[in-house]
T-cell receptor
Framework: DAGVIQSPRHEVTEMGQEVTLRCKPI?????LFWYRQTMMRGLELLIY????????DSGMPEDRFSAKMPNASFSTLKIQPSEPRDSAVYFC??????????FGAGTRLSVL | GIQVEQSPPDLILQEGANSTLRCNFS?????LQWFHQNPWGQLINLFYIPSGTKQNGRLSATTVATERYSLLYISSSQTTDSGVYFC????????????FGSGTRLQVQP
């Protein structure tokens, strides 16, 4: 199994630009999670989907962030417009009905 | 939500030494995972251990659910064990997303 695949691995952009992060969950997994890791706040949930439906978006910081899961094998996290405080590592994770979450390698975002 | 505390925050060991990392959580949980974040930033699953004891090579973990803590044991540490170790539990009863402790940063010196 290829594991959870995230792209790009690194993204450098300028303030105000749109950023799109991508995630392919493990085949057969029905829940997908987006987390963000910063020095100040550690690892925190942004949003999660179950069977492609957003269930809990309480961690999405503001309207500049949006996430979609158009099908079981693909999800995007979009930031528009991006700000320097969005700089972080963004992780995608997936799980099947059992409780183990598996994490992708992360996308390191730098907003200048 | 459920709170997670990890100790110690930092640990420096000589290669070959043993260590114990602790994770306390504030409420009953049906899910607990230990992760290792390596120096390249990857989060690697170590254990899924809501209760009981498991072993995987030089690593083992014990969760005492009734007393709301889990322990991760590392024996005969190697430099490749360096990184940050996280404990994670569900954010709240019935929620699938995880809340993470602040981690234990381990440095194993040759």
């Amino acid at each position: 199994d290829a594991g959870v695949i995230q792209s790009p691995r690194h993204e450098v952009t300028e303030m105000g630009q749109e950023v799109t992060l991508r995630c392919k969950p493990i085949s057969g997994h029905n829940s997908l999670f987006w987390y963000r890791q910063t020095m100040m706040r550690g690892l925190e949930l942004l949003i999660y989907f179950n069977n492609n439906v957003p269930i809990d978006d309480s961690g999405m910081p503001e309207d500049r962030f949006s996430a979609k899961m158009p099908n079981a094998s693909f999800s995007t996290l979009k930031i528009q417009p991006s700000e320097p405080r969005d700089s972080a590592v963004y992780f995608c994770a997936s799980r099947r009905n059992k409780n183990i979450q598996y994490f992708g390698a992360g996308t390191r975002l730098s907003v200048l | 939500g459920i709170q997670v505390e990890q100790s110690p925050p930092d640990l420096i060991l000589q290669e070959g030494a043993n260590s114990t990392l602790r994770c306390n959580f504030s409420d009953s949980v049906n899910n607990l995972q230990w992760f290792h974040q390596n120096p390249w930033g990857q989060l690697i699953n170590l254990f899924y251990i809501p209760s009981g004891t498991k072993q995987n090579g030089r690593l083992s973990a014990t969760t005492v659910a009734t007393e709301r803590y889990s322990l991760l044991y590392i024996s005969s540490s190697q430099t490749t064990d360096s990184g940050v170790y996280f404990c994670a539990v569900p954010m709240d009863t019935g929620r699938r997303a995880l809340t993470f402790g602040s981690g234990t940063r381990l440095q194993v010196q040759p």
